[in-house]
Every structure is written in C-alpha cells, then in structure tokens.
C-alpha cells in the first residue's frame, strides 16, 4: 500500500500556470480579449476546469459560436479532454524545457472530430474517469476493490477530483492501493505508455520477474522499445524518474486518479539500446 504521504500529496498538488487564449479568426469586435490565465490541477481534466474561461470569451465569439462545440489546442495540436491534464502538458513539452504559462487557444467550433471528440458535459467525464478505474483495479485486484464499493465510495473519489481534496480522495483510494491476495504486489500494473503524437500503448506489466525480482522503471522502457524505435527515458507529473524505480512503488505513489501511470516515453534518436535485467519478465 502506498506510505509515503509526503510524496502522495505532492503529486496531488501539481498544478500548471495556463495561459488561454481566444482564436483571432472566431473573435468579433475590434477589441479583442485579454489572455484568461488559471491555476490548474495536474491530475484534473480540462472540462472540468474551464467554466470560468467559457465565460471569459464567449462574449467576444459570434451569437451563432457561442453555443458551439468547445475544444482546446495547443501550438495547432488538438488536445484530447480525456486525457489528464499534466498528460497533455507533458506530451506538448516533449523533451524540452517547459515555457510557462503553458499557452492554450480555446475555438468555439470548427471542431477536428478526427483528432478531438469535442468538451462533454462533467457527467461524461466522471463516467470515462470510472471506466478508467474500474479497468484499473481488474487489472490490480481482479476487479475486488471496486465491486466491493459502494456508490458513495464512487462519489467521494469523483468529487474528491472535482473539489481538489487529497485527503476526500484518499481516505476511499488507498484500497485499491493494498497488494493483490496474499501477495505484497498488485497483480499488473496498470500503465499507458504515451509516444510523441500522443497515442498510447498498454501490455500487461507484471511487478516482479520469474525469479520474483522487483521490475524497474528500465525494464517497461525495454518493454515498449523496438530496435528502430529506443525508450530511453520516462517523463510523470513534469520530472524525469529514476530509471531504477521499482514498478510496485511507483504505481503505488505516481499513479493519477484513475489509478493508472502514465508514462510520456523519450527516445533517443541515435536508438541506443537500454540494457534490461536478464531475467526481465515485465511483459
């Protein structure tokens, strides 16, 4: 079970400076609006958090946008609303040095369907959030801990996110934190590894090798690496881990609320090999 509080809520208190901005082409008027600048949480989702900057800009967009379809980009790249929030920051830095406030144009339509289903309604994303630990904990606990929920257990982790409360969420996650049967471990390790234009990949990662050796951060990177294509590092929550960071630990302390790692893989474009355990099992 994850112990280390210290960590666990410093996590929770990610939070990235944003910049919003209006798109020129949908703006009437000839006094175009000032840039909407807000604090938010890593672990959040965009339509959660951007009430406040519709209603900056509406006012400034035709009668007949107002009431289009909302969708977010970035330096022209779509942002997906079901990904996390510190997930997209993370994928647009890349491996460079972050350039805050991170800058954001909001559009009131001409949505990209291909690349971008448009903001739904709060209600929407609780559902995609519980599918998301639901999955989460069959893959930990065979489904055990979140069956055995009632709806006000939930609730409380839904509104814990909404209201930005480490101890609200908490008191109910830390029961899917607990180890799998008789085991010290969780039985998989629930991880989306994302690549540079933001799709993802999963494979059923395993905590600890044949030889019931702990699994480290090196050995998913070999995992999700190809001859062509080297994983040679792992960017969460905005730092570079330690390759050597056992697997077990770090989905016990740098998971997001759905209960699942994600992992913005570097590569290396010389393909240097990582050298994995002999024995790797991870995958």
Not at 80 to 108: C, Q, R, S
Request: proline share 6%; net charge negative; hydrophobic share 35%.
């Amino acid at each position: 079970m994850a112990n280390d509080r210290e960590v666990l809520r410093l996590v929770w208190e990610g939070k990235i400076p944003i910049c919003f901005q209006a798109d020129p082409a949908e703006v009437v008027g000839l006094q175009p609006p000032e840039p909407f600048y807000l604090m938010v949480p890593r672990l959040s989702y965009l339509p959660l958090v951007t009430d406040k900057v519709r209603k900056h800009f509406v006012r400034f967009i035709s009668n007949e946008q107002q009431e289009g379809d909302i969708w977010f980009d970035c330096n022209g790249t779509p942002l997906k609303w079901h990904y996390p929030i510190g997930v997209l920051f993370d994928l647009t830095m890349g491996d460079e040095e972050p350039n805050l406030p991170w800058t954001v144009t909001i559009h009131f339509g001409n949505l990209p369907g291909e690349f971008v289903f448009k903001c739904p309604t709060k209600e929407v994303v609780e559902a995609h959030f519980m599918s998301c630990l639901k999955e989460a904990d069959h893959l930990k606990h065979r489904g055990q801990i979140v069956s055995a929920m009632q709806k006000k257990d939930h609730t409380q982790l839904w509104l814990g996110i909404v209201n930005d409360k480490f101890d609200q969420f908490w008191a109910v996650n830390r029961r899917l934190m607990e180890s799998h049967g008789d085991q010290d471990t969780f039985k998989y390790i629930p991880v989306r590894c994302y690549n540079e234009d933001g799709t993802y990949m999963q494979k059923l990662i395993q905590p600890t090798s044949k030889t019931n050796l702990k699994q480290t951060l090196k050995d998913l990177l070999e995992c999700f690496s190809s001859p062509a294509h080297r994983a040679v590092a792992a960017r969460m929550h905005g730092i570079t881990v330690d390759l050597d960071t056992p697997l077990q630990w770090l989905s016990e302390h740098l998971s997001y609320p759905d209960n699942f790692l994600h992992i913005c893989l570097l590569y290396d474009d010389d393909n240097t090999t990582i050298a994995a355990d002999n024995d790797s099992s991870v995958c």
